[in-house]
C-alpha cells in the first residue's frame, strides 16, 4: 500500500496559495485596493508569511482580516495535477495496490484542494487531521490504515522531515521523500532533523 501526503507533494502548495491570493484580491480590489494579488504574490514570494495581513495594514480596506482568512481558507481552488502524477496513480490502481493520503489542516480546506485535483478518483481513504483528531507525527494517523489493510507493505511519501516519516518509520513502513525543488512551503534541511525522522529514500519527482 502507498499513502501520500497532499501539499507539496502531490502538488505544489503554492498553486493553492496562489488561488488562494486571487479570491481575496477580488474582495480586495473592490474596496479600492489596487493590484492586490500581485502584491500579494511579490509579498510571498519574499518571504512574507501573512501577505494577506501585509496589504491591510497598507491598505486599510473596510474589510475585516478574519473575514479575507475565511475567504482565503474556504474557497474552491483551481488546481490541476500534474499528468505523470495522474499516470503514477492509474498504474498503482491497475495494479491493485490500495493508495491513502494523510494530510494535515482544516477539513473544508483540504476537501476542497483533493476534489478539484480529482484525487477521489484513485483515492478513497483519506485521514484529515481535524476529521480524524490528531495530527503527524501522531502514530495513529498511519496505524489507521495498517487496520483499514491488513497484511500489507507499506510504504509513505511526503516532503516535510519535521513530521511526515518519524510515525511511519517507527512502524517499519518504507518511507520516501520528494526532495523540494525550491517551490516548497516547507524547507528541507535533512541536518536538522534526527535519524528517527529522516526518510529511507529520497527522490527528485514524485513521478
Known sequence: MVVFDLDDTLFLERDFVRSGFREVARVLERTGSVHAFERMEELFDGGDVNPIGAIIEQDSPPVVKSELLRIYREHEPTLVLDAAVREMLTDFVNA?????????GRSLTQRNKIRSLGLEEW??????????????????????????FPNRSYAYVGDNLAKDFMAPNRLGWTTIAVRNSGQNIHPQRFEAVPPSSLPHFLIERIA
Open 123 to 148: 483515492i478513497s481513504d483519506i485521514v484529515i487531521s481535524e476529521e480524524f483528531g490528531t495530527e503527524k507525527p501522531a502514530v495513529e494517523n498511519y496505524a489507521h490504515f495498517e487496520k483499514q
Open 96 to 104: 491493485g495496490r490500495p493508495l491513502g493520503i494523510i494530510t494535515d
